[in-house]
């Protein structure tokens, strides 16, 4: 059985601050690779939050 990550809401925040400040140069794929999560993951996140 697969054991699922619990996130902080803490570190939610920051994955959020860093995908809005990330500008044009950087994808959310980079940023999701950089805080080794799951794109869709991210993408959840940020959906739910707007």
Not at 14 to 37: H, M, P, T
């Amino acid at each position: 059985m697969k054991k699922y990550k619990r996130y902080s809401a803490g570190f939610k925040e920051q994955a959020l601050v860093k995908v809005y400040s990330r500008g044009n140069e950087q994808s959310i794929q980079s940023v999701a690779d950089e805080l080794n999560i799951n794109l869709t993951t991210l993408k959840t996140k940020r959906t739910g939050r707007q």
